[in-house]
């Protein structure tokens, strides 16, 4: 896996079985964090949705947009491509590629000028050496292993009972959980930092006028969320998952 950067880089990796006697600190610590996680997607989905629906004045495209973002942080030598699917934007540092959806690249809307901006920023970020963009980056090859063995330990134990009461198998699982996590909680500023990146320069360059501001702000706040969820969800089946192992 390159090193893409996105509205979903890694998703939550399924939900964890309970086992044995924890049932009751499952539905207290992991059930609640499935919730946030659906409400979160249904937000930004519905976000995206409403603005999408809402052009901006100036008719600008998101791949302009972007361009437009890039060019004033003095960003020359990234390339901007157009892509299949919806919200599959990303910024790709590996090989200097902003990948836009093509409601994204073509669009004029509120909601296609902040996702695009969003990944600008990105590329902002890459070019000015920004920490936690660096440190994320340099995560990826081992929180792409342990996204890849977790659901393998996941699967097995649920199929495989006497393998959920294994305390190797749980230390893996708690393991893969805490890259997972670390990894989680770096991408929340990565982000954030991305999205207040995108909403000061399209208002800076006046791509969009301050009163537009608002859509493009309730939109990279939806996904935003989604963020959240993640570094909960991971943060929640991390310590459920410990606290399971303790007890073995």
Sequence with gaps: MNTILSLSLFPTLGIIIPMGSGWGLWLVLVVPTIILGLWAQHKVKSTYGKYSQVASRGRITGAEAASAVMRKAGITDVEIVEIGGQLT?????LHKRLALSSAN?????????GVSA????????????????????SLIPITTAASQILPIVLIASFFLPFLAANLIGLKIAVACYLVLTIFQLITLPVEFDASARARKELVGIGIIDQDEAVGVVRTLNAAG???????????ANLIYLFLISRDR
């Design 89 to 93: 934007d990303h910024y790709d540092p």
């Design 105 to 113: 690249y073509r669009g004029t809307s509120l909601a296609a000028l």
């Design 118 to 137: 969003h990944e600008a920023g990105h590329a902002i970020q890459h070019k000015v050496g920004y920490k936690a963009l660096q440190l994320r980056m």
């Design 225 to 235: 969320w989604t963020y959240v969820a993640a570094f909960i969800s991971s943060l």
